[in-house]
């Protein structure tokens, strides 16, 4: 999602990764430590949030699939939704997200 329409409350901790060409910012809940969500370098202004952190997500919609190289092969992909066997270009996964 755009991160500049993500908030959080509560104890959040910050773990930063950084390698040669990102730097990754993971936010992690403070009490039970379950990751929240993360921005990445590479894909500015996008926060990917987990969405089993969130209450009824089971009410979401999919809007974008991404590392579809590595889901169970059960899972099924419907045929209109955008998808990526990788990380998706930032601004082809930023219209996913707006559209």
């Known amino acids: 999602m755009a991160e500049d329409r993500l908030s959080v409350t509560g104890s959040v ?3 930063e990764i950084t390698t040669e060409d990102r730097t990754s910012t993971q936010r992690f809940c403070g009490t039970c430590h379950a990751r929240l ?3 990445n370098t590479r894909r500015p202004g996008i926060a990917v949030v987990r969405a089993g952190t969130l209450d009824r997500s089971e009410e979401l919609d ?3 699939h991404i590392f579809t190289a ?3 092969r ?3 992909i419907p045929a209109d939704v955008p998808r990526w066997p990788e990380a998706p270009p ?3 996964f930023m ?3 707006t559209a």
């Open 13 to 15: 901790v910050v773990q």
């Open 74 to 76: 059960w899972v099924v």
């Open 37 to 39: 969500y993360n921005t």
């Open 70 to 72: 590595y889901r169970q």
């Open 62 to 64: 999919c809007v974008a």
């Open 90 to 92: 930032p601004a082809d």
């Open 95 to 97: 219209r996913a997200l």
